[in-house]
């Protein structure tokens, strides 16, 4: 049996965990997942349920907890198993980063939210060719930034980072930048260009 503690950990941290151990687990293991809040409670049991897998799940004095055992379920024609469409695993997108933030609203709840793509984006099946930061997203390609571990897995996965030069002039922050490499807008242009499919969260 496995253990995941997942609580004190901020979303998508205790999914991240549950994908890892279940890879590890063997057929027929039972894998128990323990969090302190309902939205990862809740994605973690869909997940598991898109793994074809039966997952139970119960609150117990403000702490939620996840049972399932490593045996997927045969899944039934139009049953609405969870598959990669096949069309999308060929084809290739650039993730495109403006800003240190995601979305609008609170900024500290914009900077809780980017952190969280792009430590979730290490775990898709399918990973971007490019990373690209402009603007004040070139913040996140600093040593303290907070994200500089996940950006660095990508990168030595094969991942592509660029990051605008003119924009860390700007900042004043081209000596600390910590992962990518210096680039222009005619290259970021170029590569977002001849790829078409892209992602700017």
Known sequence: ??????????????????RKALRNCLPGETLKVEVDNK??????????????????????????????????VEAKEGDGACSIDPGLCSSAYV???????????????????????????????????HLIFYNAGVRLTTADSGV???????????????????????????AQLAVGRISNMFTITETMAKTGNIIKP
Do not use: H, W
Request: proline share 6%; hydrophobic share 40%; charged share 20%.
């Open 148 to 174: 500089i571990t996940s950006l660095q897995t990508l990168e030595e996965s094969g991942v592509e980072i660029l990051v605008c030069g003119t924009c860390l002039d700007f900042y004043e922050i081209k």
């Open 1 to 18: 049996m496995q253990t995941i503690d997942g609580k004190g950990l901020l979303c998508p941290q205790p999914l991240i965990l549950t």
């Open 39 to 72: 939205t990862a409670f809740q994605n973690i049991l869909t997940y598991l349920k898109d793994q074809s897998l039966v997952p139970l799940g119960e609150e117990r004095e403000g702490l939620f907890y996840i049972t399932v055992v490593n045996q997927p």
């Open 95 to 129: 993730v495109v980063v403006s800003s240190d933030r995601m979305g609008e609203g609170d900024p500290q709840l914009g900077a809780i939210l980017m952190k969280g793509f792009l430590n979730a984006l290490n775990e898709q099946p399918v990973q971007p060719t």
